[in-house]
């Protein structure tokens, strides 16, 4: 795909969207991060196309309900912790008692959420539009000073048809 003549659409869900989520960096022994703490996160995926379908659109916006879906179920009211957390098994017991929806992850953070986000909406956005549809880049928002965008690297990127 040529990406100088591809159309490029942005589909945002801002820190309004009540995506409130909490976790903990627990490798960052030196900062505030390692304590239990949340946001409400905002999120922006750009898909791209080098075809329009025949209505003329890149991809559905209104064909996006899965995606906001998956978000508010790993990102609403959720505790999300690094699957290598040594606290891993606390907050399952936290869970356990029913005082947390807990997530797991790899990894935790503004870039780990952007890399998962992509991963996710790329498998919906291929599936979706047999591939004419991939995800350029995913960005994660904590707040207004802080955010982290995921792009793959170049040889990732799908073919289009």
């Known amino acids: 795909m040529n990406d100088?003549?591809?159309?490029?659409?942005?589909?945002?869900?801002?820190?309004?969207e009540g995506l409130s989520c909490c976790f903990r960096q627990w490798q960052a022994e030196t900062s505030h991060c390692r304590f239990l703490h949340g946001y409400a996160l905002a999120f922006r995926f750009t898909f791209v196309a080098a075809t329009l379908d025949a209505r003329g659109w890149c991809i559905d916006f209104g064909g996006l309900k899965p995606l906001r879906a998956w978000l508010h179920t790993m990102f609403d009211h959720t505790l999300l912790a690094a699957a290598d957390d040594p606290e891993l098994p606390t907050f399952r017991a936290l869970a356990a008692q029913g005082l947390v929806q807990l997530r797991t992850l790899p990894a935790v953070g503004c870039e780990a959420f952007a890399s998962e986000a992509f991963v996710w909406a790329q498998?919906?956005?291929?599936?979706?539009?047999?591939?004419?549809?991939?995800?350029?880049?995913?960005?994660?928002?904590?707040?207004d000073g802080n955010a982290a965008i995921y792009t793959p690297p170049v040889g990732d990127m799908l073919p289009q048809p």
């Open 123 to 143: 498998a919906f956005a291929a599936g979706e539009t047999r591939g004419r549809v991939r995800v350029e880049q995913v960005e994660v928002r904590e707040h």
């Open 4 to 16: 100088l003549s591809a159309w490029r659409v942005v589909k945002t869900y801002g820190h309004d």
